[in-house]
């Protein structure tokens, strides 16, 4: 049934962005919460539960980085943002499963310095977009703490736990800035600095 102007538009081009970049800083919220009581030396006790949570929300990730580079909603650049969406969307699957599984979080490390290069990638994309339109530094901000995320995960999962509460710190600014840059893409008008 059509709209109130004749059409029915379920969402904006950015709708689907932005969506994406919410369900990621929700994500980096979520493991900030599942490691906030961990102890040191504790680091098996991370919760399996939380697991189907990032599971849930890797996979929201992937539908949405999928129908964005599919519809093309924003021209070139749906290729480069669904693209971001289904990459991160799988390394969330991916630690959802691990800890669901109760497996060895060291392969999740591993992985994690396969996704800081590729991150590299990513963040050159991205500072060309700012050059390109004078926006959007605050995605290339997110892309450095993050690569600085993997790297420190991998430490962490590889005999220095303490390091999950540093992670946990850049995971907070990470989700302010994954959820500034989201709730920006939804906003009718506002564009991110």
Not at 56 to 76: C, E, F, K, Q, R
Not at 171 to 187: D, E, P, Q
Request: hydrophobic share 50%.
């Amino acid at each position: 049934m059509p709209g109130p102007r004749g059409r029915n538009r379920v969402a904006t081009p950015t709708d689907l962005v932005g969506l994406g970049l919410i369900g990621f800083a929700t994500n980096c919220l979520m493991v900030v919460f599942n490691t906030s009581g961990i102890e040191k030396k504790d680091t098996d006790k991370l919760g399996g539960g939380w697991g189907l949570a990032h599971l849930s929300l890797g996979s929201m990730m992937v539908i949405l980085g999928v129908s964005d580079y599919l519809t093309g909603p924003l021209g070139a650049l749906s290729g480069y943002t669904g693209i971001a969406l289904v990459f991160y969307g799988f390394f969330w699957i991916f630690l959802g499963g691990s800890l669901v599984r109760g497996y060895d979080l060291r392969p999740v490390g591993q992985v994690s310095i396969a996704y800081a290069i590729v991150d590299l990638w990513l963040l050159y994309e991205s500072w060309k977009i700012n050059q390109a339109t004078g926006t959007f530094y605050s995605l290339t901000i997110l892309l450095v703490v993050l690569t600085v995320v993997f790297i420190v995960l991998y430490a962490a999962v590889h005999g220095r736990p303490g390091l999950l509460k540093v992670n946990a710190v850049l995971l907070v600014i990470l989700a302010l800035l994954g959820f500034y840059i989201g709730f920006s893409l939804v906003t009718p008008g506002y564009t991110a600095f």
